[in-house]
Every structure is written in C-alpha cells, then in structure tokens.
C-alpha cells in the first residue's frame, strides 16, 4: 500500500535556498511539470484540464516497462494537487510542480511559463533559476515619531519592469531578552513619565511628581524623538541590513525622514525615500510607492555590476561566449554570472567537462502543446543557459537577471571569474 502524506504537495516559495534544494541529486526518475496559469475566472477554468493533460504526458513517458505501482507512487503528488479545489481557485501566473519518490516541490510562480513536462535523470528546473534569479529582495522602514516596523519585499523584474506583490513583517528584538515582535515603539527607550537625562522634576502637582524638560515642551519632544529614531537605526541594521545586506528604502513624512537620514548610521539606507505618513497609506500606496526607489536602486546596482565586468574583461578574468562560460562554471571558477532573462538555446551541457553542444535547427512546424492533450509522452530539451545558471549556483556563484538592453555581451552571458 502506497502511503504519501499531504505535505507532499506544500506550496513553496521561490528563493535561492529552495532552488538549491531542488538541484539537489534525486531519486530517478525525476519529473518537472511546468504550466502557466490564471489569477481569476473565467480564465482559470482551463488550469485544471492542462495540468491533467502535462500528467497524462508523465504517465505515457512512465509506462514502458514500468510497475504500476510504481507509476501510481510517482505520480501521487500530481493527482493530490489535481483534486485540490482550493489550490486552483488561488493560482498566480504559473506553476511548476517537481516531484521523485512520491513528493513534490510545487512552486505558484509571479510570471507565465511555457508548458511542459519532463522525465529524467535530474529536474529540469532551468525555468526555476532563471525566475529566482529575477527575484530582488529589499526591507521597508515604515516610521513615524512613536512607531516603526520593517517589512521584507520581493520585486519580480521582467521585460515590463519591476512588480512587487506583497511586504512581510519582519520580527524584531527591541532589546536582548524581549519578545519578538514586529513593531518598535517610542516607549522601548523614552518614558514619559520618569526621569529622562533631559528632564528634571519641576515640582508637584494633584497627581504626584511632575516630569518635565528643562526648557520648552517641543524641545523635550524632539529630543524623546531623536533617542528613539537612533535606538531605531541601531537595532534595524544588526537585526535587518547587516545579516541580509539588503537595500532599506525609507517611507516617513518630510521632516521626519530629514531627521532620521541625518541620525542613521546605516549604510544600506537608499539616498531616496517616500515622504509621506505611512499610518495613512494602506499596503498598496506603500508598494506603488516603493516601486520608483527600487527601480532606481536596481539601475545603480546593474550598473555596477556591468563596469565590474568590464573591468574583469580587461584584466582576463571575465567572459562573455556561452562555450567558455560554461567550462568555467564547472570548474567553479564563475563568481558572478549576468544572464540575459528569458534568452533559451536548446542543446547539451556536460556537467562533467563542461562541454556544450548546440541542438539542430528547429523544425518549421512548432512542437505540439502537452497541455492541449495528454496523448503525447513527456520529452526532455535542454536550456543551455539555465543549465549553466545552474552549475555557477551550485557552485556558490551569483546570479543576476538582466534584460537584453541591459546585458553588456550579446551572447546572453557575461561572467565575472574568481581570483585565483
């Protein structure tokens, strides 16, 4: 009796981390599912029969000599996603489903991919690191002069630009020994109602003691606001920037954030922000607005990223032809790798040596769609540069993600070697 639980089909989501875990080694053979879906209705009616046909396309690859068993227990994942009704009124863009011995990785993805269904030896999982690789993390300050809250965001860059879906709180420790929580508020360093090195007891009154600044009520206020603005900057960069190194864009009203940046000690804090209240905006107005800094940032980064490997070029330790980028990703000699984003060449890579080889021209007549119908076994092409993107990731290499007027090669790759 075949026994797999639920969690075999948990939704992930797509990071570095996960795409490494994907290219681990698996138990053949392994099978990659790739389709691209609706967000809403009528359209997503169709999701559901496609993936079944891609399924269908898995099981003829499967049959020749196979156990039916074993067939059923590969496939086990594809028929629990495919009766789940919830999962398919809540797709995104795309799916891809990789699954061997029974479990599955499922990622919902921001963007289409064509579909496609795969057996072999290893999951075909190129779509997947080319995606990660266009992903960019970044951390949001939302502030004000009693709060402040950081929220971690992930920007999808493709041809029609930057997308950003969601922020999501990040927990902080305001002090060593405290809860975790994701709001810092004023009262974590200022009381107001006892003794503050700026204040003095100036007297009595029907309550008790009376707590008050040694000159004006404004002063004592600026004064609360600047203490807490700098506990803010110190524990957002030991517990946000300096661990993940991320890009801080700041949202806070004008004369708050000319406060801040002239407190902040942070060195990922970008140079713009957005100068408005962010307890007056919803989730929204905070993500259209936190659109045009990223955008910004981005450019400055890719730029710098463009001159390093010129640099590199010219001192011999840079290279832009596919062939020799390949060889140096296996040798794990590739730091850093610019890949055009949706750039596709169908071919071999042996992960070996680090030969490539080209596959013939293409026939006139396109490859019939596996998700119109499931008549057809699932078939293997090779995408030589997610191939390579591959090999340099498993090789602690970096990935980056540019599109064809950004990249500075016009062969879809330019790589950055390691000093020896």
């Known amino acids: 009796m075949i026994v797999t639980t639920a969690p075999a089909v948990t939704v992930e989501q797509l990071t570095t981390a996960a795409v490494l875990a994907v290219l681990e080694p698996q138990p053949a053979p392994c099978l990659s599912l790739y389709l691209p879906t609706h967000r809403n209705v009528p359209d997503n009616t169709v999701d559901r029969p496609a993936f079944r046909h891609l399924v269908e396309s898995l099981e003829l690859a499967l049959e020749p000599g196979a156990d039916r068993d074993r067939i059923e227990q590969l496939l086990h994942p594809f028929r629990l996603l495919e009766g789940d009704r919830d999962f398919w009124e809540h797709t995104r863009d795309g799916l891809a489903v990789l699954a061997a011995a029974g479990h599955a990785h499922v990622f919902s993805l921001h963007r289409p991919v064509p579909p496609l269904a795969v057996v072999g030896q290893r999951f075909h999982a190129a779509p ?169 940032a981005r450019s400055r980064r890719v730029a710098r990223e463009v001159r390093a490997f010129a640099q590199a070029r010219d001192r011999g330790l840079a290279a832009g032809d596919l062939a020799d980028v390949a060889r140096a990703a296996v040798a794990g000699q590739v730091a850093t790798l610019l890949i055009e984003a949706d750039r596709f060449e169908p071919g071999r890579f042996d992960r070996a040596t680090g030969a490539i080889e080209f596959a013939a021209a293409p026939a006139t007549t396109p490859p019939r769609d596996r998700s119109r119908t499931g008549d057809l076994p699932a078939e ?41």
């Open 128 to 296: 997947l690191v080319r995606l990660a690789a266009a992903a960019e993390r970044f951390h949001v300050l939302l502030l004000t002069s009693r709060e402040a809250r950081v929220c971690e965001g992930t920007a999808w860059i493709d041809p029609r630009g930057a997308a950003i879906e969601r922020l999501d709180p990040l927990p902080l420790v305001p002090r060593p020994g405290a809860f975790t929580r994701t709001t810092l508020t004023r009262a974590d360093v200022v009381d107001e109602e006892i003794f503050q090195p700026h204040r003095v007891q100036r007297g009595m009154g029907i309550e008790g003691i009376i707590h008050g600044g040694t000159g004006a009520k404004r002063d004592d206020v600026e004064a609360d606001t600047e203490i807490f603005l700098t506990f803010v900057d110190a524990v957002v960069h030991e517990q946000a920037s300096r661990p993940t190194g991320l890009p801080l864009f700041l949202v806070a009203q004008p004369r708050l954030a000319a406060t801040y940046r002239g407190l902040a000690k942070d060195p990922l804090l970008a140079e713009d922000h957005v100068a408005k209240d962010p307890h007056l905006m919803t989730e929204e107005e905070i993500l259209t607005a936190v659109v045009p800094l990223f955008t910004a």
């Open 380 to 420: 293997v092409t090779e995408d030589l540069y997610g191939a390579v993107a591959e090999t340099v990731l498993l090789h602690g290499g970096t990935i980056v993600a540019l599109s064809r007027n950004e990249m500075p090669t016009e062969s879809g790759v330019a790589a950055s070697y390691r000093y020896a």
